[in-house]
């Protein structure tokens, strides 16, 4: 049986930032992002009874890679099979540049693995699956605004996303600019367990995110582009901010982000509405509303490799199922 599924990235308006269960991958904090319709991750699963052992296959090269190992693991585990995978994977995301490939890439996975089984899970299901494979990729799950609930039972069992679809994503761009392609130095997974165990701002950092959160949910309700995007910078800016206590302290901002970040607080200035947000690396995202999309995009290309404008993308799909 084989099936292929697709699956877009998201990127956190309030950002997910340290694991209260490393085992169960359950957060700290609950968290909100707007999945993007340019990237996305394509990837066919066929569980193989013949096959001697697990074949994963990106971008036409064949790999080895431990959480995509284990996150097989898993999906045996789940679904009671024992059955080898045939994994085919077409990534449409700069890889690892804090771009959140691993959240396409899961997410597509856990979709296309389940589809592949013959089951028809609930996108609940797929969700909470899929973050085992990396938290951020239980959001991808869905399209537009989501909301991953933290939960509260200790087997994770209510940790999965939400979607939180309003009218004010098909008002919004999400301007990347790519500061640098290349594998970042800091894994989101090592940032993450080094801040929880040794920065003194972490947990501040979790009670502010959820009063954030509580306030984004307000903004987006009230489709209030302003109030998102200054709680979008301000959240963004208070995650990064435990990475300077942690000990040794490290930071994913490069000298062109920061001067990305100026630039984006000059558009407003000049009464163009832009906020900015980071990840794990050093691209600067940044959001406006779409009929200025072209004139923050023109902005930053001076200033990075490659501008890239996005809109909101759609909820993980199953595009073709063989049984
Ligand atoms: O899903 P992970 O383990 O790659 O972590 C993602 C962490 C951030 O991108 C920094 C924030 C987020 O919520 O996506």
Redesign the pocket.
Known sequence: MRATAIAHT???LI???GKRDEHLILPANS?L?FTVDKFYTKTTVEWDKNSAQDTFILNGEQKTDAKVARFIDKMREEFGITSKAIITSENHVPTAA?L?S??SAFAALALAGSSAAGRDDTKEYISRLARFG????SRSVFGDFVIWEKGQQPDGNDSFAIPFTNKLCDKMSLVVAVVSDKEKKVS??DG?RLTVETSPFFEKWVSAAETDLEEMKKAILNEDFIKVGEITERNGMK?HATTLGAEPPFTYFQPQSLEIMDAVRELRENGIPAYFTM??GPNVKVICERENENIVAEKLSGLAKNVLICHAGKEASVISDEK
């Not at 990396?134 to 990729?137: Q, Y």
């Open positions: 998201n990127v956190a950002k997910y930032w968290s992002s804090g959140a691993s959240a990396s938290g951020s990729a989101s997974r993450m995650m990840d794990a």
